[in-house]
Nanobody, 119 residues
Framework: VQLQASGGGLVQAGGSLRLSCAAS?????MGWFRQAPGKDREFVAG????????YYANSVKGRFTISKDGAKNTVDLQMNSLKPEDTAVYYC????????????????WGQGTLVTVSS
């Protein structure tokens, strides 16, 4: 499965961005992770293809929304009320059998897209 992430950019605090991840095949789940400079990669949000179950990190709950489009095989991350601490490279990932926050259990990764939030 190949993943192609897009949609990153520069935005002011309080603004919005929408990331998209196009998948070449269907897996059990999809997730978005992010990695800020000098920090570990962290889970942001995830969704299952079968029943659209979702899960969010506490730091983004209420501000970010993950969604899927089965016809296009894409998973989007709508990010609102962005904060400078949201600045990171965002990665999409696909899990063959897993749905959760552990990045080690996702099987496929996209190339990452940079999100920069200025204060």
């Amino acid at each position: 499965v190949q993943l192609q992430a897009s949609g990153g950019g520069l935005v002011q605090a309080g603004g919005s961005l929408r990331l998209s991840c196009a998948a070449s095949g269907r897996t059990f789940s999809m997730g978005w992770f992010r990695q800020a400079p000098g920090k570990d990669r962290e889970f942001v949000a995830g969704i299952t293809w079968s029943d659209s179950a979702t899960y969010y990190a506490n730091s983004v709950k209420g501000r970010f929304t993950i969604s899927k489009d089965g016809a296009k095989n894409t998973v989007d991350l709508q990010m609102n009320s962005l904060k400078p601490e949201d600045t990171a490279v965002y990665y999409c990932a696909a899990g063959t059998y897993y749905f959760g926050t552990d990045s080690r259990k996702y099987n496929y990764w996209g190339q990452g897209t940079l999100v920069t939030v200025s204060s």
